[in-house]
């Protein structure tokens, strides 16, 4: 079970996209560094991580094209954890993201 209580992630506000895809993450307080980043949608994502956050901590993530998203740490599982996003991203530009992150997803 992930640590912070309840599956978090059984509760989704919607079904996330089988992506996986490289994105900027940084904490508050430290330097940017790369993470590896998966099952994105409008909410909230599944990163990578080499130092575990907290959960309900702050962190900013950032995909190639589009603007940094501000995001809350929900649940932590082994190296990962689920990111719900402070703003869903609007519908169009997530469409445009999950276009190009298709295209560059092996």
């Not at 992930?2 to 506000?13: L, Q």
């Not at 996209?17 to 900027?24: C, E, G, L, Q």
């Amino acid at each position: 079970m992930p640590d912070g209580g309840e599956r978090y992630h059984d509760k989704r506000a919607a079904k996330r996209a089988p992506i996986s895809a490289d994105a900027t993450l940084r904490r508050a307080g430290q330097n940017n560094y790369r993470v590896h980043a998966y099952d994105i949608s409008r909410f909230g994502c599944r990163v990578e991580f080499v130092e575990r956050p907290a959960i309900d901590e702050c962190v900013w993530v950032k995909f190639e094209g589009i603007e940094t998203i501000e995001a809350r740490v929900r649940w932590t599982e082994d190296f990962t954890a689920g990111l719900q996003f402070s703003r869903a991203i609007h519908p169009a530009v997530f469409a445009l993201l999950l276009a190009r992150l298709r295209q560059v997803s092996p």
